[in-house]
């Protein structure tokens, strides 16, 4: 797929730092493995801790003349990046391909997904008002200023891995902060293609610094940014355990953060739900990249009324999804990231089975020849049957698998449903008003979608609570979160 970019130096391997593409200090490589195929697709530096050091001392030399700029002209330079990245949309869609394994139309969506947020951070550059207090005492002025927190280390996921990064740089930037960032080691190509595109827009050495590393050297760069008090904020989307870590780890430089974490989302579809639309929004939901996200609804609870019409037509509608490489324009859901992830999946759905649950369609891991490639794949599923003892109710399963649950009353499913340490995603479809505003109010979650699939938008606030994390991401939320407020006060003005 790669071979046929319009634009071959989009494809970087190298570290950027101070406004060059540089070499590790380690001089290793690191082979990005296209998951349809296991093969690798390019070779790209895997780094260290002096590399860590060279583009935090970049970053943190770069900051005092980047926050000196005005919002307009940080928004310009921002402006000018999306609409490289718009232009680019299909390399930057290949690219995204081909390392991550969704479907090229879903990655085409992607970037345009990915560049709202550079849009929205590039209008917000200019509205980051502050506040005139009126003053309780004669002779005194009150303000309340927004200042940029300062250097902000970005670590991004492999699932979006043009998505994650543009919403974590576009804010940071918009803000007056400058960035070190690492992505995904299996997604390091669309990460370095975002980079050289911001470099094209012209923005100054420095103010964004890319380091590439492998799973393992990870630790190694991050520990160089978490303990560097010149690091000011860590903005992460990944596991709860590592977010963690990371929480714990900053503790003694006391570093803002923004953690986007594991998610376990209910959805819920009452006896009043309209069940088309109810089936049509867990599809949208559910099978976005392939289950990998981390506001996929991974526990469906079904009013026992309308279970079983609501399994039968979902279950047409799942058994009928085409699984196969990105390369294939039918493909609809791709291969899984690597080996550990369709190794969790089939754990789940044996763990159910053996359970007691049923698979109504798919419930196996497919391989060739069924599709193409030595990727790891698995049948899109549906499980009726699942109970709370079971490990996908417990365990983010992020994958293609449905297992639904049955439940009588509103208590006692927005009970099971808030019955997790994770807070995200929710959604629920109802007809009912009172019951829409009721239930709403009771779950237990950053993002509730009401009678509503698709939620992720630019404009509104993205994060979750309990261990899902804080911090939010897009609408004026997003911009708060890479400033801190300074309180002016002048006296003698009698
Ligand atoms: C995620 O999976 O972390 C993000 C998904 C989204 O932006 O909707």
């Given at each position: ?33 296209d ?60 690219i ?12 085409r ?20 008002h ?54 995904a ?9 975002l ?113 079983d ?34 190794e ?8 159910a ?41 417990c ?61 992720a ?5 993205f ?32």
């Open positions: 797929m790669l071979d046929t970019l319009k634009r071959s130096e989009l494809l970087r391997t190298l570290n950027f730092i101070d406004g060059r593409w540089c070499r590790p200090a380690t001089g290793r490589e690191l082979a990005v493995l998951p349809a195929s296991l093969e690798a697709v390019a070779h790209v530096a895997d780094s260290a801790a002096a590399d860590a050091r060279a583009a935090l001392d970049a970053a943190h030399a770069a900051f005092p003349a980047w926050r000196e700029r005005t919002g307009r002209e940080r928004a310009q330079l921002l402006k000018k990046w999306h609409a490289l990245i718009v232009a680019h949309q299909e390399d930057l869609a290949r995204v391909s081909a390392e991550q394994g969704k479907p090229l139309a879903e990655a969506g992607e970037v345009l997904y990915g560049a709202s947020y550079v849009e929205w951070f590039a209008e917000e550059a200019t509205r980051t502050g506040d005139l207090i009126p003053e309780p005492v004669r002779g005194k002025k009150l303000m309340a200023v927004k200042e940029p927190v300062g250097v902000v280390a970005a670590i991004t996921p492999w699932n979006f891995p043009l998505a994650m990064i543009a919403r974590k740089l576009a804010p940071a930037l918009a803000a007056g902060c400058t960035v070190v960032a690492k992505p080691e299996d997604t390091p190509l669309t990460a370095a293609a980079v050289a595109l911001a470099e094209e827009a012209g923005f100054p050495a420095g103010s964004i610094n890319l380091v590439l590393a492998s799973r393992e050297r990870t630790p190694e760069v991050v520990d160089v940014w978490l303990a560097d008090p010149r690091v000011r904020k860590i903005t992460f989307t990944g596991s709860t355990p590592v977010g963690k870590h990371l929480a714990r780890a900053s503790a003694d430089t006391l570093k803002k953060l923004s953690l986007e974490l594991g998610g376990n989302a209910p959805f819920i579809v009452f006896e009043d739900a309209d069940i088309d639309a109810a089936v049509e929004g867990l599809m949208v939901s559910k099978f976005r990249n392939g289950g990998q996200t981390c506001v996929c609804p991974n526990r469906v609870y079904v009013h026992s009324a309308v279970h019409r609501f399994v039968d037509k979902l279950a047409s509608r799942v058994g009928a999804l085409k699984v196969g490489p990105a390369s294939d324009p039918a493909s609809q859901i791709g291969p899984m990231i690597n080996g550990r992830a369709v969790k999946i089939d754990r789940h759905v044996r763990d089975v053996a359970r007691g649950a049923r698979a109504v369609t798919g419930g196996r891991v497919l391989r060739e020849p069924e599709v193409a490639g030595r990727g790891h794949y698995f049948a899109p599923t549906v499980l009726v049957g699942a109970t709370p003892q079971m490990e996908l109710s365990e983010e399963t992020f994958g293609p698998v449905v297992p639904v649950f049955r439940f009588d009353g509103e208590d006692e499913v927005v009970r099971l449903a808030n019955d997790t340490p994770f807070g995200l995603a929710a959604y629920f479809y109802s007809r009912d008003a009172a019951r829409i505003w009721r239930v709403a109010d009771r779950l237990e979650a950053g993002i509730v979608g009401i009678n509503e699939g698709a939620l938008a630019e404009a509104a606030p994060g979750g609570v309990k261990e899902s994390g804080y911090g939010r991401e897009g609408s004026r939320h997003g911009l708060d979160d890479y400033q801190h407020v300074k309180y002016l006060c002048q006296g003698g003005l009698k």
